[in-house]
């Protein structure tokens, strides 16, 4: 009787386990016929009435039906949460190739950027990078380089005169003399910065621009030094071996003093439109750092010597770049400074 | 400074370097050439030509004529020239030159051109075509020759007093080329001075020396003369001012012609001008002197501007007919001062600005003297040469050793007979013995060029040349550099601002007086441009802000939103001392639309990652800012800047907030990380609390309340979140409790709640 029961219990909830379309039905049916008010239970209740050989028998057939039962909510369950997963995951399907939220990174200035690139350069050779005012003293700015008053040379350099007396620096050769005196020698310093030029802007002039002065001195250094280390520098600046020639140029804190020009690197040479078919490139001024110069940075000349050089940043990141335009670099236009 | 091919090769004896070589030669060893250009090259075919007949073209000015040129035979050209008629000599130009055709005009055939002085390049005139007095059709023009012009850059020969000459250049080529230089002879006759000389102050001029003439007839110069003074830059004007124009471009040597009539007592003074003196000078202009300037001058006042502008009544006129002819030396910065200050660069001043040698004057007379005999026929010398000299003490012979030559050039196989060929060559003394050398300096380089033995390395090294020079890498001692610590700290800035999307502009060190006004900063406080020569320049910037703000305005036309930023430097006066330089940082968040607030809220954690605990206090806005959102930003109980939006005044397109921090307080408050602390081993407890509060309330002051009275054992008291509603506003905060050595109980917990409870509620409700 209990058996036939059973039987037709299972066979009964199996069929509605299986037609269930959604799972609160499944939890419905497990609560009505395995809950612990459920129809299992009360077949169980009924078990007491019985013998207990037909008890074995039927706890048995009772046991047997639970656990079908329950394997089969099990299965139904975890495809209905399977289901809901996948209906989700469906759900939260994403555009990657739509554009990121947020800020993106911003871009350092190229002066800044090629100014890091060489100063590491120097720092590699073992070179001190020394900062100077942009506001500088007459006579830091000239006389201390061997520029008297009056003297010729300062026409070479238009002027910003200010209030107090002092000047707009028009090189950053004065850091030369603060390096001497700071560092002591031997020394190798590079000194980059902001200088000067009171001159009509253009699209190849500018009043603001920057400059790196470096100076070596030591016992004996010569102008086959200079020639090497300066071959050495540039060739690593532009990334390949570089042709250097000096010939004479008038500075007055240095002698001698020298132009140093390159073989043009748009024709190795050959002469083309950039070297007006010259086939070398003007590049910076240098020379062996004049002894009056040494003195005033209280190095005696007679026990040592040194080098000196003007490299132009400003003219460094126009070449590379291919800028034509010099204004740009400080017009703050954000279209412009984006692209380093 | 423009040299003539022809004019130095007249200088050198069997110059062979050919004139395309001569510029890189001078470039390489001497000074810098701008450029070689062919000039006059059409004289090797411009001929005399004879014209035979001339009939005018009805309706028009022109002529149509024949002319005999002999070589070309003869042609029909048509002329415009007013001067122009039958049986006339003058030069024909054939097609094919001078940009010469062979065309129709107004329907005639014209085979050539008749030409003009200036067309041909020998002076400016160009009245009419060129006349000659004599000549055969078919010759060359006389006097008139190809040449090849090489332009030297002036900068280059700023300390070089010699190479402003012909002379002085051919020297350097001779010594280039290895010939000989010709010399000019100095010879005059013996004469009683013609005029009295008188110099107050010797050091000014150290050398008056003149000549006068009699006899003399001021015409146009041959055309030779003309033609050499047009191709190197000179205008020919008349014989005797060309003769001076001459000199000084073949001697370096500036001279000064007057009329020795208009002179006034027989006595020539140098003296330094009275205070407001005027002095009418040949440019038509009248100048106001002062004790600076230095004049020439006669019983009457003065009569040129020393070393810078003849007189306006003495010069040289078609009526002149004694000349007093001046050669002097004089001071070169005073001269320099005198010319910038009347803003007057003239040929001469030019020249003495860069110490000229005053042995070089009677030279320059004698030489004059024969000139004059040619373009002036009949001209006579009047009694002998007048001078006045105060030699400049003299260079002392510069000795150096062989060995030392050899270090600075770095060349050690250099040999004696190197140094001293090398230096005889250019017209030093030499003397050597066992390599050690006493060098005496030539004249013309001693006034300023060279007195040290270094000045002797660059002569030796330019003409061994450095291209000869083998590099040699230089041995230095191996040390670590000392990296200062202020550009390793502005590079990590700038990376830390470029990884949170700020992109980095520079601007100018200038502000003008509008962009201060406008901010308010006092124009006062500023270290002034005495000589801006554009505007906005007048103003040294204490503040990024004012071109920060033009660079915002700039870049809201383009972008909606954008984030920028500056490292640059404020200068603050101090007075007559340097002033004071403070890099700053301006970092600009600016949105299109929008309420403002997310981008100062941005900035203030920017803030928080350049100065980590840092904290912001509201501050009282400045003109330029919005009232209700500036703020100070403090760092260790010091203000480091300033947090704020533009004013809408300022920024009308946008919302554009910016922190401003000086860098120099930042570095200095920062610190290092220091000891490490062990990680807690209990665990902590937290609860919230709700504080009701006024509308404004400021969260930074409440938070820091009840971190005040919520004991040591707090380790944490955060903000949570705000609410305002029906009831007003309240804030909420999370405090986490713990001790380091236990965990705390239940009571404990429940008792300092209950302790900030009461605090809060006292302060609060
Ligand atoms: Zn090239």
Known sequence: MIETQLSELAAATEARIAAVTTADELEAIRVEVLGRKGKLAEVSKDMGKLSPEQRGVVGKLLNAAKQTLENALTARKTAFEQAALAARLDREWVDLTAPAPGVGLGSLHPLTQIQAEIEDLFVSLGFTVLDGPEVETEFNNFDALNIPPDHPARDMQDTFWLSNGHLLRTHTSPVQVRGMKKLGPPLRMIAPGRVFRNEEVDASHEHTFYQLEGMMVDKDVSVAHLIYFMKTLLSAIFKRDVTVRLRPGYFPFVEPGFELDIQCLICNGAGCPVCKQSGWVELLPCGLVHPNVLRLGGIDPEEYSGFAFGLGLTRLVMMRYAIDDIRQLQGGDLRFLTQF | ?765
Request: glycine share 8%; aromatic share 6%.
């Open chain 2, 1 to 765: 400074m423009k040299f003539s091919y022809n004019w130095l090769a007249e200088h050198i004896d069997g110059l062979t370097v050919p004139p395309a070589e001569i510029g890189k030669l001078i470039t390489m060893k001497t000074a810098e050439c701008e450029g070689v250009e062919a000039h006059g090259a059409h004289f090797d075919h411009v001929v005399v030509a004879k014209v035979l007949t001339a009939e005018p073209i009805p309706g028009t000015h022109l002529a149509v004529t024949s002319v005999d040129t002999g070589r070309y035979g003869v042609k029909q050209v048509v002329c415009g020239a007013p001067n122009c008629r039958a049986g006339m000599l003058t030069a024909y130009v054939p097609p094919g030159h001078l940009g010469v055709t062979t065309a129709k005009l107004r329907g005639v055939d014209s085979d050539g051109m008749l030409a003009s002085a200036k067309e041909l390049g020998i002076s400016a005139e160009d009245e009419g075509i060129i006349e000659f007095a004599e000549g055969e059709p078919g010759a060359a023009i006389a006097g008139c020759t190809a040449d090849t012009i090489v332009e030297i850059d002036n900068k280059s020969l700023t300390h070089r007093p010699d190479l402003w000459g012909h002379h002085g250049m051919a020297r350097e080529v001779a010594a280039i080329a290895g010939r000989p230089l010709k010399s000019i002879p100095a010879d005059l006759p013996e004469g009683a001075p013609a005029v009295e000389i008188e110099i107050r102050d010797a050091k000014l001029c150290p050398r008056f020396s003149a000549l006068r003439f009699e006899n003399v007839t001021v015409q146009p110069s041959p055309l030779w003369l003309q033609q050499r003074l047009e191709s190197v830059g000179l205008n020919p004007i008349n014989n005797i001012v060309d003769v001076t124009n001459y000199l000084m471009a073949e001697l370096a040597q500036p001279m000064h012609a007057y009329d020795a009539a208009k002179l006034q007592g027989g006595k020539i003074i140098v003296r330094v001008a009275e205070e407001g003196e005027p002095c009418p000078a040949l440019n038509g202009q009248t100048y106001t002197l002062d004790s600076s300037n230095l004049v020439i001058a006669d019983a009457g006042g003065p009569v040129g501007i020393a070393g810078v502008i003849g007189g306006g009544p003495s010069a040289i006129s078609d009526a002149t007919t004694t000349i007093l002819l001046e050669a002097a030396n004089f001071h070169a910065a005073s001269i320099r001062k005198t010319s910038t200050k009347l803003k007057l660069r003239t040929d001469a001043s030019m020249r003495f600005e860069k110490s000229q040698d005053p042995v070089n004057t009677v030279r320059a007379l004698a030489r004059a003297k024969w000139l004059l005999e040619q373009v002036s026929p009949g001209i006579r010398l009047v009694g002998g040469l007048a001078d006045l000299y105060y030699p400049l003490p003299e260079v002392a012979p510069i000795s150096f050793d062989l060995s030392w030559m050899r270090r600075k050039l770095g060349k050690p196989d250099l040999t004696a007979a190197e140094v001293t060929a090398i230096l005889t060559s250019i017209a030093f003394g030499v003397s050597e013995a066992d390599g050690h050398f006493t060098v005496t300096v030539p004249s013309w380089r001693a006034t300023k060029d060279i007195s040290l033995k270094d000045d002797l390395v660059e002569e030796v090294g330019r003409m061994i040349g450095y291209g000869n020079l083998t590099p040699v890498p230089p041995l230095v001692p191996s040390v670590v550099p000392p990296l200062p610590p202020e550009r390793a700290y502005l590079r990590g800035l700038r990376q830390l601002l470029t990884a949170q999307g700020y992109t980095e502009v520079y601007n100018y060190s200038f502000v003008n007086e509008a962009q201060a006004t406008e901010l308010g900063l006092p124009i006062e406080d500023h270290v002034r441009v005495v000589n801006p020569i554009a505007q906005g320049q007048e103003l040294l910037r204490t503040s990024l802000l004012p071109n920060i703000k033009r660079n915002i305005n700039d870049n809201a036309r383009e972008y909606e939103s954008f984030r920028m930023f500056e490292i640059g430097k404020e200068i603050h006066a101090r007075g007559q001392e340097l002033p004071e330089e403070i890099p700053h940082l301006a970092a600009v968040s600016f949105e299109r639309h929008g309420d403002g607030v997310a981008n100062l809220f941005e900035l203030k954690r920017l803030a928080g990652t350049i100065a980590p605990s840092c904290t912001v206090e509201p501050a009282e806005a400045r003109p330029f800012e919005h009232p209700f959102r500036s703020a100070k930003v403090i760092l260790r109980n010091e203000a480091i800047g300033r947090l704020f939006e533009f004013h809408p005044a300022m920024v009308e397109t946008g919302r554009a907030a910016v922190l401003d921090l000086d860098l120099v307080k930042v570095q200095a408050l920062r610190t290092a990380a220091g000891k490490y602390k062990p990680l807690r081993r209990f665990p902590t407890s937290a609860f919230d609390l709700t504080v009701p509060t006024a509308e404004r309330e400021l969260a930074g002051t409440v938070l820091g309340f009840i971190r005040e009275h919520a004991g040591s054992l707090a380790l944490d008291v955060r903000y949570l979140y705000d609410y305002k509603g029906d009831k007003g506003r309240s804030m909420t905060f999370r405090i986490t409790l713990g001790a380091p050595d236990r965990t705390l109980t239940g009571d404990e917990v429940t008792a300092i709640r209950s302790q900030l409870l009461a605090a809060v509620a006292a302060k609060y409700q």
